[in-house]
């Protein structure tokens, strides 16, 4: 079955230290893979995806198929980026599908 | 433009009851996707419908229901409610069927009771 884990539901990490949030999939097609963001009191975002390659804010992602990862990483933590991270997968094919983990709450601690 | 508008904020039902959750895309997108996230979870896909047609379903029972109307808004039903329907709905559009990027609502807050 299709499946995103996030194994860390906290995160803490000072200010000016590196971050990575880890993202596990199963799927047997081939993927395509997303960080979405929610900030206190806002919407959930789209931060990046995998087919783009690009940095947004400093977070970067690289998906792994051999380990089925996509985790996400920045080497400086801002005290701006606390906020609830989720990973997502979108099916390529058969029907539409999008599954989201469980999410990861980011703490940056001044 | 307002980004995606979901109606209503909030609403309380009792168990039994049918509840009708409504959304409007964003101008010139043309799919929409409904989601259910309990407190403590990511966003649980429901349906996902382009062009006024149901591209994508996810592991909800026939008590949900969903359509997309020509000026692509959309409306989600739910029949029959339990107690464990009671969660933030989230709707998210996007242009094309493959959602590439997708820009989501703020959300309804459902409990029922």
């Known amino acids: 079955a299709q499946r995103v884990t996030q194994p ?9 230290a590196p ?5 596990n999939y199963s799927y047997s097609g081939s993927p395509e893979l997303f960080w979405y963001v929610q900030y206190s009191r806002q919407r959930l975002q789209l931060l990046l995806r995998h087919i783009s390659r690009e940095s947004i804010k400093g977070f970067t992602a690289d998906l792994n198929k051999g380990e089925t990862s996509f985790h996400l990483k920045k080497p ?6 606390s906020a609830m991270y ?8 058969g029907t539409y599908k999008y599954i989201f983990g469980t999410g990861t709450r980011l703490k940056v601690l001044a | 433009d ?3 508008t979901q109606s209503p904020t909030h609403l309380i039902k009792t168990r039994g009851q049918q509840v009708t959750l409504r959304c409007s895309p964003i101008s010139g997108h043309k799919s929409v996707s409904w989601y259910q996230q309990v407190l403590g979870q990511g966003p ?25 109307f020509p000026n692509y808004s959309s409306e989600l039903n739910v029949n029959a409610l339990l107690l464990g329907d009671s969660a933030l709905y989230l709707c998210a559009s996007s242009l094309g069927q493959r959602a590439y990027e997708q820009y989501f609502g703020p959300g309804t807050r459902l409990t029922v009771t």
């Open chain 1, 8 to 16: 860390e539901k906290l995160l803490s990490v000072f200010k000016g």
């Open chain 1, 19 to 23: 971050v990575e949030l880890k993202c």
């Open chain 1, 76 to 81: 400086f933590a801002q005290e701006e980026d």
């Open chain 1, 86 to 93: 989720y990973c997502a997968l979108s099916l390529t094919s």
């Open chain 2, 2 to 4: 307002a980004g995606v």
């Open chain 2, 44 to 68: 649980q896909f429901i349906f996902q419908y382009y062009e006024k047609e149901e591209r994508g379903r996810g592991n909800f029972p026939d008590r949900f229901s969903a359509r997309q």
